[in-house]
């Protein structure tokens, strides 16, 4: 078939790409569609093949032709057909084959023939399948579909995004300056150690009480920690069973965004602890929890304005940085096939270009440097301001970082401040023809998705060791989930038997004749028996929902999950405003620079009429 020809005859014509598809076009296929299937087209009339996005001058330009901006339309998910690759009609011709008749057989057989074969190849030429990446540690996960061959620009974040950094090695270092500025302030702040595993990206710090939480989508608190002490579940519900976080409320609550938040979070929270105890001086004045959040927030800011925190990074960037050999190649990947790239970053020019030099240009082939990758490279961007509003724009003009003002930004440029807008002009690339991928949920991914319509990737180193942790967890899940069904069963022989109690009270037949006809006594030892099972099943569940995703973080549990089957708060904030996300930029080069992302079915509490029908169906085969 058409997948196993394509792999014979690239053999044969040593890897000739326009050579080999006609040949095997004309072999395998008597009569073929080629169009873009559209939101107009009727089903089963047209076939799209092989679309993807490359310069069409590049690789076959006489046969394939690549769908432009004027002539896109939008295909029956909703996506744009732009940067589509469609074969030329002619070319087709030229091969006696007629465009616009039909396979032989049924499509469904045709294609159900083709993925076969195209998953054999795809297993021969030693590449992963798209599915088969997208169930791992390293997938790309798609909470809104995108078609990447539409997008015409792709804009990176820096830190934590293209540069990953060893957590407690960076964010242990912020804490040593920030505890030195605390120090230098009056606290005490002496025995005091940096623990990452105190928190985690997602929590929320409630700046009124001292607490560090836990919500779920709704924003109801499922966990919560006073200073640097859990608190019970019953404390948990008397301290905010009425309440909800909401983030806009900036004056109480403060998310987790990032990694950067960590060294922040765990300084707060012990500097809480000695509030409590009564260690902190008088002399500082009195202080509340917000104010004592204040004051740790200037310690921290401090530390990084000083400059002495990034200067040490800088003189050691090895002990700092954690190097991705695919990352570069991913961004080579996708530059080749057309896509421009931006690197718009709020750090500084010599951090950058320190920070970019030392984690790409080893990597990079043909003595190429990191600025070769970008068609535009925006430092101190002043991000979410950058996405909000306008400001003025320099060029950065010497290697010393000496500016000049300019208003326009020129292909291989390299900028400090301006404005997203000043981008889309540059470039004349607007709103979802562009993808951009960061690390912060708020600064990065919603501010660029509510004011521009961009489309947007987030990046969570975390993923990784939170898919290995939930397959440790399966079994403890799963014996869970037996339990807690267990109990349902048994609960709900109990309300009824509770019913028939209550309705004979009142003279009333229960919901069945068996259940009218028992006797008081042995309605009541039923009864009986049935609640100690169900308290000694509550005994046996409760500790073991404690325990849940203790192997991704003792105290909070898994990153995207509060409880056993709800999303965490930070969970809800990624489905609501990343189109995707993974664990680091370098994912990108198992899917290739053509994917077409596409979402899952999302799971609602009335599906459970597939259960419905698959028992049905087993009935009938029976």
């Avoid at 291989?412 to 000043?422: D, E, N, R, V």
Wanted: glycine share 6%; net charge negative.
């Amino acid at each position: 078939m058409y997948a196993a020809e394509v792999l014979r005859i690239f053999a044969v014509h040593g890897g000739d790409a326009s050579l080999a598809v006609a040949a095997t076009t004309n072999k395998c296929f008597r009569n073929a569609a080629f169009t873009t299937p559209t939101s107009h087209n009727p089903p089963n009339v047209r076939l799209t093949l092989c679309r993807c996005t490359v310069d069409s001058k590049a690789v076959g330009g006489d046969v394939f032709s690549v769908t432009p901006s004027n002539k896109s339309d939008v295909d029956y998910l909703g996506e744009s057909t732009k940067g589509d690759l469609n074969v030329k009609l002619e070319q087709l011709e030229a091969f006696g084959i007629d465009g616009h008749a039909a396979f032989e057989g049924p499509i469904e057989e045709v294609a159900r023939t083709e993925a076969r074969e195209a998953e054999n190849l795809l297993k021969d030429l030693g590449i992963p399948s798209p599915s088969s990446s997208r169930n791992s540690r390293r997938g790309i996960f798609c909470s809104r579909t995108l078609n990447l061959r539409s997008i015409s620009a792709i804009g990176y974040d820096m830190d934590y995004t293209l540069i990953h950094y060893n957590v407690m090695a960076w964010e242990g270092r912020a804490y040593d300056y920030c505890m030195e500025n605390l120090r230098n302030m009056g606290f005490p702040v002496d025995g005091l150690a940096f623990d990452p595993d105190l928190v985690i990206r997602g929590l929320v710090i409630d700046k009124e009480k001292g607490n560090l939480v836990k919500a779920d989508r709704f924003g109801y608190i499922k966990r919560a920690m006073h200073g640097t002490k859990m608190l019970s579940t019953r404390a948990v519900s008397e301290m905010y069973g009425r309440e909800l976080v909401d983030l806009r409320k900036e004056s109480r609550w403060e998310f987790l965004n990032t990694l950067f938040s960590v060294s922040e979070a765990v300084a707060y929270m012990q500097m809480v602890d000695r509030l409590d105890d009564g260690t902190i001086s008088s002399d500082l004045g009195p202080l509340d929890y917000k104010g004592l959040y204040k004051a740790v927030g200037k310690a921290l800011f401090w530390a990084h304005v000083e400059g002495r925190l990034k200067s040490e990074i800088m003189s050691k960037p090895e002990q700092f940085v954690e190097p991705d050999p695919e990352l570069p190649l991913a961004l080579l990947d996708q530059k080749e096939a057309g896509k421009k790239l931006l690197l718009i970053t709020n750090s500084d020019y010599h951090y950058t270009d320190k920070m970019m030099r030392h984690s790409f240009n080893r990597f990079l082939p043909n003595d190429m440097g990191w600025r070769d990758l970008f068609d535009i490279v925006i430092v101190s961007a002043r991000k979410p301001e950058f996405f909000q509003m306008s400001h003025p724009m320099y060029e950065v003009v010497t290697g010393e970082g000496l500016m000049r003002p300019c208003f326009k930004a020129q292909t291989g440029g390299l900028y400090s401040g301006g404005s997203a807008q000043m981008v889309e002009n540059s470039l004349n690339i607007h709103g979802d023809e562009i993808l951009y991928v960061g690390d912060h949920i708020y600064t990065d991914v919603s501010q660029s998705k509510v004011h521009l319509r961009w489309r947007t990737a987030l990046i969570c180193r975390e993923l990784e060791e939170e898919y290995s942790a939930l397959i440790r967890s399966r079994n403890h899940r799963e014996s869970l989930v037996e339990l807690i069904n267990q109990k349902e069963v048994v609960g709900d022989l109990f309300n009824q038997l509770r019913l028939a109690l209550q309705r004979r009270s009142k003279d009333r037949p229960a919901q069945t004749l068996a259940a009218t006809n028992m006797n008081d006594e042995d309605l009541t030892e039923s009864m009986q028996k049935l609640l100690i099972v169900m308290q000694r099943l509550d005994e046996k569940i409760a500790p073991m929902l404690e325990a849940d995703g203790e192997l991704f973080n003792s105290r909070w549990g898994f990153l995207s999950r509060a409880g056993l089957w709800d999303k965490s708060h930070l969970m809800r904030q990624i489905e609501k405003y990343a189109d995707i996300y993974t664990s680091r930029v370098s994912n990108f080069l198992y899917y290739t620079p053509f994917m077409y992302f596409r979402s899952q079915e999302q799971n609602l509490a009335h599906d459970s009429y597939t259960h419905y029908c698959s028992q049905l169906n087993n009935e009938l085969s029976s």
